[in-house]
Protein backbone atom coordinates (compact mmCIF):
# COMPACT_ATOMS: atom_id res chain seq x y z
CA UNK A 1 0.00 0.00 0.00
CA UNK A 2 1.52 3.29 -1.13
CA UNK A 3 1.59 6.31 1.59
CA UNK A 4 0.88 9.81 1.77
CA UNK A 5 1.03 12.81 3.92
CA UNK A 6 -1.48 15.80 4.23
CA UNK A 7 -1.24 18.72 6.99
CA UNK A 8 -3.46 20.08 8.35
CA UNK A 9 -2.19 24.41 8.89
CA UNK A 10 -3.41 26.42 11.60
CA UNK A 11 -3.37 30.57 11.56
CA UNK A 12 -3.13 32.08 14.57
CA UNK A 13 -6.77 32.80 14.20
CA UNK A 14 -7.40 29.24 14.36
CA UNK A 15 -8.51 28.89 10.99
CA UNK A 16 -7.44 26.02 8.58
CA UNK A 17 -5.33 26.29 5.33
CA UNK A 18 -7.15 24.54 2.49
CA UNK A 19 -6.54 23.78 -0.73
CA UNK A 20 -8.36 23.49 -3.74
CA UNK A 21 -7.40 20.21 -6.13
CA UNK A 22 -7.13 20.80 -9.76
CA UNK A 23 -9.55 19.51 -12.13
CA UNK A 24 -7.83 16.98 -13.69
CA UNK A 25 -9.55 13.23 -14.04
CA UNK A 26 -6.03 11.71 -13.30
CA UNK A 27 -6.27 12.58 -9.66
CA UNK A 28 -7.51 11.68 -6.67
CA UNK A 29 -10.71 14.02 -5.76
CA UNK A 30 -10.51 16.53 -8.14
CA UNK A 31 -12.21 20.21 -7.86
CA UNK A 32 -12.39 19.14 -4.17
CA UNK A 33 -11.28 21.11 -1.06
CA UNK A 34 -8.39 19.29 0.91
CA UNK A 35 -5.25 19.87 2.74
CA UNK A 36 -1.37 20.43 1.39
CA UNK A 37 -0.48 16.44 0.86
CA UNK A 38 1.56 14.12 -1.41
CA UNK A 39 3.00 10.84 -1.49
CA UNK A 40 5.64 9.45 0.66
CA UNK A 41 8.89 9.15 -1.51
CA UNK A 42 11.38 6.16 -1.13
CA UNK A 43 14.06 6.43 1.69
CA UNK A 44 11.85 9.49 3.13
CA UNK A 45 10.40 9.73 6.47
CA UNK A 46 6.55 10.99 7.09
CA UNK A 47 7.81 14.29 8.64
CA UNK A 48 10.72 14.58 5.94
CA UNK A 49 7.74 14.19 3.13
CA UNK A 50 5.39 16.34 5.40
CA UNK A 51 7.72 19.47 5.02
CA UNK A 52 8.55 18.88 1.60
CA UNK A 53 5.38 18.47 0.33
CA UNK A 54 4.27 22.15 1.89
CA UNK A 55 7.51 23.83 0.69
CA UNK A 56 7.19 22.69 -3.00
CA UNK A 57 3.08 23.46 -2.63
CA UNK A 58 2.79 26.80 -1.35
CA UNK A 59 6.69 27.70 -0.59
CA UNK A 60 6.39 27.42 3.30
CA UNK A 61 8.72 26.24 5.86
CA UNK A 62 6.50 24.22 8.63
CA UNK A 63 7.96 23.36 12.44
CA UNK A 64 7.32 20.26 14.67
CA UNK A 65 3.86 18.96 12.84
CA UNK A 66 1.64 16.97 15.40
CA UNK A 67 0.59 13.52 14.45
CA UNK A 68 -3.23 13.63 14.28
CA UNK A 69 -4.50 10.06 12.44
CA UNK A 70 -4.67 7.74 9.54
CA UNK A 71 -6.81 7.80 6.58
CA UNK A 72 -7.24 4.55 4.61
CA UNK A 73 -8.38 5.68 1.19
CA UNK A 74 -9.37 1.67 0.08
CA UNK A 75 -10.09 3.03 -3.56
CA UNK A 76 -6.35 4.79 -3.95
CA UNK A 77 -4.87 1.88 -2.05
CA UNK A 78 -3.27 4.79 0.14
CA UNK A 79 -2.99 5.16 3.95
CA UNK A 80 -2.51 8.59 4.47
CA UNK A 81 -0.80 10.18 7.69
CA UNK A 82 -2.42 13.27 8.68
CA UNK A 83 -1.09 16.06 10.91
CA UNK A 84 -1.46 19.77 12.10
CA UNK A 85 1.20 22.13 11.97
CA UNK A 86 1.04 25.95 12.92
CA UNK A 87 1.38 28.30 10.13
CA UNK A 88 2.27 32.38 10.42
CA UNK A 89 2.10 33.25 6.80
CA UNK A 90 -0.62 34.57 4.90
CA UNK A 91 -2.22 33.65 1.72
CA UNK A 92 -0.22 36.48 -0.31
CA UNK A 93 2.97 35.21 1.33
CA UNK A 94 2.57 32.00 -0.08
CA UNK A 95 3.41 30.90 -3.54
CA UNK A 96 0.81 27.99 -4.46
CA UNK A 97 2.49 25.74 -7.53
CA UNK A 98 -0.60 23.04 -7.14
CA UNK A 99 -4.16 23.56 -7.44
CA UNK A 100 -5.94 25.74 -8.06
CA UNK A 101 -6.05 27.80 -5.42
CA UNK A 102 -5.80 28.23 -1.22
CA UNK A 103 -7.59 29.61 1.34
CA UNK A 104 -8.45 29.92 5.23
CA UNK A 105 -11.50 29.10 6.83
CA UNK A 106 -12.55 28.38 9.86
CA UNK A 107 -13.49 24.68 11.37
CA UNK A 108 -17.50 25.22 10.66
CA UNK A 109 -16.91 26.44 7.24
CA UNK A 110 -14.25 24.26 6.17
CA UNK A 111 -16.40 20.80 6.98
CA UNK A 112 -19.28 22.20 4.98
CA UNK A 113 -16.87 22.82 1.85
CA UNK A 114 -16.69 20.31 -0.86
CA UNK A 115 -15.04 17.96 0.77
CA UNK A 116 -14.00 14.04 -0.13
CA UNK A 117 -17.03 12.80 2.69
CA UNK A 118 -13.68 10.66 4.15
CA UNK A 119 -11.69 13.72 5.10
CA UNK A 120 -14.85 15.62 6.20
CA UNK A 121 -15.64 12.19 8.58
CA UNK A 122 -12.27 12.46 9.73
CA UNK A 123 -12.21 16.13 10.74
CA UNK A 124 -15.42 15.39 13.07
CA UNK A 125 -13.99 12.53 14.88
CA UNK A 126 -11.09 13.95 15.53
CA UNK A 127 -12.34 17.52 15.88
CA UNK A 128 -11.29 17.94 19.52
CA UNK A 129 -7.78 16.71 18.30
CA UNK A 130 -7.44 19.10 16.06
CA UNK A 131 -8.40 21.97 17.79
CA UNK A 132 -6.11 21.80 20.88
CA UNK A 133 -3.83 23.64 21.24
CA UNK A 134 -0.33 23.46 20.45
CA UNK A 135 2.63 23.29 23.31
CA UNK A 136 5.50 25.53 21.97
Keep these: MKKAVSVILINKEKQFLFHLRDNKKNIPFPN ?3 FISGGVEENETLEEALKREVKEEIG ?10 IL ?3 NFGTLTYIYKAKINKKINEMNLTEG ?3 KFF ?10 P ?4 DF ?3 NKDKILAEFKE
Design 32 to 34: FWS
Design 60 to 69: CNIKNPIFVG
Design 72 to 74: NID
Design 100 to 102: QKI
Design 106 to 115: SYNDGINLKL
Design 117 to 120: EILR
Design 123 to 125: LIK
